[in-house]
């Protein structure tokens, strides 16, 4: 579904607001990316088990479709 599909209209501030709450939410993500791939030096891990493999692979998909969402708000945005 598109983002503005649903959406009432929006002030330039509510559209804004959105897209920095989308963002500190993608860096939290982000962050929990982090968490599973590197150790506690800030490197990255040589080896992952495959669990954890699959728990980036479900971040990056997140990660993906917030950054998408994103896109469109910003799109939503320039429109206004």
């Known amino acids: 579904m ?3 599909a649903n959406t009432p209209k ?3 501030a509510q559209a804004d607001a959105m ?3 989308l963002t500190d939410f993608l860096k939290l993500v982000g962050s929990c990316f982090d968490s599973i791939d590197r150790d506690e030096n800030g490197k990255q891990r040589d ?3 495959s669990d954890e493999d699959h728990q980036l692979m479900d971040l990056m998909n997140f990660m993906s479709r917030i950054t998408r969402a994103i896109r469109e708000t910003a799109a939503l945005r320039a429109s206004l």
Do not use: N, P, S
């Open 2 to 4: 598109h983002l503005g």
């Open 10 to 12: 929006l002030t330039i």
């Open 19 to 21: 897209i920095d709450e």
């Open 47 to 49: 080896t992952i088990t």
